[in-house]
């Protein structure tokens, strides 16, 4: 069953959120942001039928790019080509986008495999038809992770830097001590409205990701606790683990899981 709702947060900002489901309801849904005439994130190539209506309905001038998962830039080429409009994100990102590599089955079967598409590094600001847009670096997540802030109105576009306060588990290459200093840097910034690429906070954003903050805090610091005490990784694992990664650890074959995180708390120590 797929899901596709079309969401306006205010005068400004609406959004394309898009499910693709094998069978049932979707593992994730995937929001893509317009912000007057820039569009943040392109979804998964699952779902291209869907973000083609939703680009011949609206006028795209730019695309911006959080990061090279293939449910963000899924559809970079083809709304390039469609609407004749720059591609921008990370230099790493421009790497990715260029040189693209085999994905898992899971992410075939549920995001779909990302088009080669040029990617133009970002200005210091992107200026469009009224906003203005900070890019600041935010890697964990992925190397190339970026947010966007959209300085005059406290909006961040934080793509999957947020997830949720206390997120269940970790892909495989995910740092979680460049994720803690990636939330470090964010809040030192003004802004209100967390517009997350999977699960959007409107009202006391700031507060949520503080929240994630101290979670991963939290968990670093009880994984080094207990390898201080001598615990093994398995064991550490084992005392910590709530069992709640269980359906995605299985359909990932293990690349997302709540002993990832372990792991990259005890790679950081």
């Known amino acids: 069953m797929n899901i596709v709702k079309l969401h306006r947060f205010n005068a400004h900002v609406s959004a394309l959120e898009m499910g693709y ?23 998964q190539t699952k779902m291209v039928q869907e973000m083609k209506t939703f680009i011949q309905a609206h006028r795209i001038h730019r695309l911006l790019l959080t990061h090279h998962h293939e449910d963000h830039s899924g559809n970079a080429a083809m709304i390039a ?8 994100g990370h230099p790493l990102t421009a790497f990715k986008m260029k040189h693209i590599h085999a994905i898992l089955p899971y992410q075939r079967l549920v995001w779909g495999q990302a088009r080669e598409v040029d990617v133009s590094p970002l200005p210091t600001v992107v200026e469009s038809d009224k906003f203005r847009f900070l890019p600041i670096h935010t890697p964990g997540h992925s190397k190339d992770h970026t947010v966007y802030l959209e300085m005059q109105n406290g909006w961040l576009f934080s793509g999957d830097l947020y997830l949720g306060d206390r997120i269940k588990f970790f892909r495989s290459d995910e740092k979680i001590d460049l994720q803690i200093r990636s939330l470090q840097t964010v809040l030192r910034y003004d802004f209100e409205a967390l517009f997350c ?73």
Do not use: W
């Open 21 to 43: 489901g094998i069978v049932g309801r979707p593992l994730m849904n995937v929001h893509c942001y317009l912000v007057g005439n820039t569009l943040i994130d392109s979804g």
């Open 81 to 88: 080509t469609a609407c004749a409009v720059p591609v921008l």
């Open 197 to 269: 690429g999977h699960n959007p906070v409107l009202k006391n954003g700031r507060s949520r990701l503080h929240r994630k903050l101290a979670y991963l805090e939290e968990i670093t610091g009880r994984v080094r606790l207990l390898a201080a005490k001598g615990l093994s990784e398995r064991e550490i694992i084992r005392r910590l683990d709530r069992r709640q990664d269980r359906l995605v650890k299985i359909v990932t074959m293990g690349n997302a899981s709540f002993a990832n995180m372990v792991r990259s708390a005890l790679r950081a120590a």
